[in-house]
């Protein structure tokens, strides 16, 4: 792969000048006007780029796990993993055809904070799980919101925008080669700093609204997000101790400069959604400090806080309301509403996770009778205009998905082929789930010019993900296709290495070494399958061949054998380890 050179801008806040707000869409006609569309077009191109290299983001995950250490409390993970997996898997959305499949990790950052890196990397703190108490709709729709920045490519436009418009910044050149040599300090920098600050009003009501049909559409309660807002516009308020955690310079009432609109507005405009969704039939109004959830007007929940949670009267409310407002979208009639009589208490819905709360507080509370008549009122004096509308923006939505699906299918050969690249990353890092994706994406393109090699790589990723049997069938039919790419040999051989058949991968390996003697990934999967099977000698062979075509690379060979095949470089790499794990005595 070819150099990327990415320009990263370090600043501190205290030489910054407000930044004049422009609509993302709008700011290459404004570069343009400034005279720096050379400077943002050229960033933006190589911010895509490194946006779409899958080293890249399996090294800035690693990177922030190095930096920030792994969060040890298994609950919050778990937590996590299953949030984003449920919206990776059952959101509605599409991958720009240079965008990659997510990917996420929970740190040991105690800030409420989440973020989403270029190449579509979420890095989400601990202290925003805990912060949020563990609860899956606000979760959902923060990481939702994280994966429309992530979506519409918001880091890289953002970035590209700082960077043209200089922000009185300093200027570092950095040459990342194959996302290898990225500077965690630096990198993390710009996303936490440059990006974030850089990323106006308008984009993060995009990435808000973005964020909610996203988590909606993945079965989550449509009133998380107001409640998140609710829930962080507290946490700002009254529990933080840190006043850099969030923007010091930022005045009631201003908009110009914070990445994050003022939490009060964001919440109504969340509200707001979660109304509209279910065409306008329930709205949450808030009475001093409690908070009532009206059908058409009419009152059906009085909300007030219980226990030691300040939050609890706006975050019930706005999950009684979402789950009746996701049930107006769903259902054209009462009949989808399933009142039914359980005992001496009125039920309704079902099971699904997006009605858990309506459904327990109207138990709690005895509201089945009353919500059954205030929904049939609904319904009976509904405009048609109503139902139209909802349907209208559902199609919109789904149009404009499309497009996009339809865009990177018919994308270049250029496109499709690092689609490709990207898959056969993911295999060597063992991400075979990610390898998947992406060949599929590959396979889907009409420009795809190397299908022989798109099936090997996918019999690869099978054997990674356990289907060995699915995995020798695709690599059976690579070679057919194309016995002449040795690539394809390796794979089989890869694949059979992982199914136990030694002997057959070694006879694959052969087969590629007759394709091309002079290329080094045969000797090396030839001598790790001749050290895993005690043949020392053989293993140091091969391990000396791949030395010599590597142009004695030592980072390659595992010490024990280089000890052997050369001596010296061992005892360099031996000392540079002695040095890095000896403290400094001045330190």
């Known amino acids: 792969m070819k150099k990327i050179l990415i320009v990263i801008l ?26 720096v569309l050379a400077a943002y077009q050229s960033t933006l191109k190589e911010m895509l780029a490194l946006g779409n290299n899958a080293e890249a983001q399996m090294i800035v995950r690693k990177q922030d796990m190095e930096k920030n250490g792994v969060d040890k409390n298994k609950h919050d993970v778990e937590i996590v993993d299953r949030v984003m997996t449920r919206l990776v898997n059952d959101g509605q959305y599409e991958l720009r055809v240079n965008s990659l499949p997510f990917v996420w990790s929970v740190n040991d950052d105690e800030k409420f904070n989440a973020a989403c890196y270029p190449m579509n990397y979420i890095s989400v703190n601990r202290g925003l799980v805990r912060n949020l108490n563990g609860d899956e709709n606000q979760i959902a729709a923060v990481l939702a919101h994280e994966m429309t920045h992530g979506l519409e490519q918001h880091s890289a436009k953002s970035y590209a925008q700082a960077v043209a418009q200089q922000l009185g910044a300093m200027m570092i050149g950095m040459n990342v080669d194959n996302g290898r040599n990225i500077d965690w300090g630096k990198f993390s920098a710009m996303v936490d700093y440059s990006i974030a600050k850089n990323i106006n009003v308008p984009v993060e009501y995009e990435a808000d609204e973005g964020g909610f049909y996203l988590m909606t559409s993945a079965g989550f309660n449509p009133g998380g997000g107001a409640a998140a807002m609710n829930r ?17 310079h930022d005045k009631p009432g201003e908009q110009t400069f914070s990445d994050h609109p003022e939490t009060e507005k964001r919440e109504a405009k969340m509200a707001q959604l979660m109304s ?12 001093d400090r409690a908070y009532k959830v009206l059908i058409d007007g009419r009152e059906i929940f009085f909300s007030m806080n219980r226990g030691d949670d300040p939050t609890s009267a706006a975050i019930n409310a706005y999950y009684f309301a979402g789950g009746l407002s996701k049930a107006f979208h769903d259902y054209d009639s009462i009949d989808g509403w399933n009142f039914r009589r359980v005992g001496n208490k009125t039920d309704f819905l079902n099971d ?50 499309e497009k996009i699906k339809s865009e990177a ?14 898959a056969d990353i993911y295999n060597d890092h063992g991400r075979g789930d990610l390898a998947l994706v992406e060949i599929e994406r590959a396979l889907r393109a009409e420009n795809q010019d190397n299908i022989a090699e798109c099936l090997g790589i996918r019999a690869r990723a099978k054997a990674i993900c356990g289907d060995y049997d699915g995995a020798l069938l695709d690599a059976d039919a690579a070679v057919d296709k194309d016995p002449k790419n040795l690539y394809n040999f390796l794979n089989r051989a890869d694949v059979r290495h992982m199914r136990g058949e030694l002997d057959l991968a070694l006879e694959d390996i052969d087969r590629a070494l007759a394709v091309d003697e002079k290329n080094p990934i045969p000797y090396k999967l030839q001598a790790e399958i001749f050290d895993e099977r005690g043949q020392v000698d053989k293993a140091e062979a091969s391990y000396k061949k791949l030395y010599e075509l590597t142009k004695k690379n030592p980072r390659i060979i595992p010490l024990n054998y280089l000890e052997k095949i050369d001596p010296k470089a061992a005892e360099k790499i031996r000392k540079k380890k002695s040095d890095k794990e000896t403290p400094d005595e001045n330190s």
């Open 10 to 35: 370090l600043a501190a806040a205290a030489i910054l000048n407000p930044a004049k707000v422009f609509a993302s869409d709008a700011w290459a006609l404004a570069a343009e006007a400034l005279g």
């Open 232 to 248: 962080l516009g507290y946490y700002v308020r009254f529990e933080t101790r840190d006043f850099l955690e969030f923007d010091a």
């Open 276 to 287: 509209d969704y279910g065409g306008g039939h329930v709205i949450v109004r808030k009475v």
């Open 352 to 401: 699904d996770f997006a009605y858990r709360e309506l459904r327990a507080l109207s138990e709690l509370y005895n509201l089945g009778e009353k919500v059954q008549t205030l929904v049939e009122l609904a319904y009976k004096y509904e405009s048609p205009r109503t139902r139209q509308r909802i349907l209208e923006a559902d199609e919109k939505r789904k149009l404009s998905w």
């Open 409 to 422: 299918d018919a994308a270049k050969v250029k496109a499709a082929t690092q689609l490709r690249v990207n």
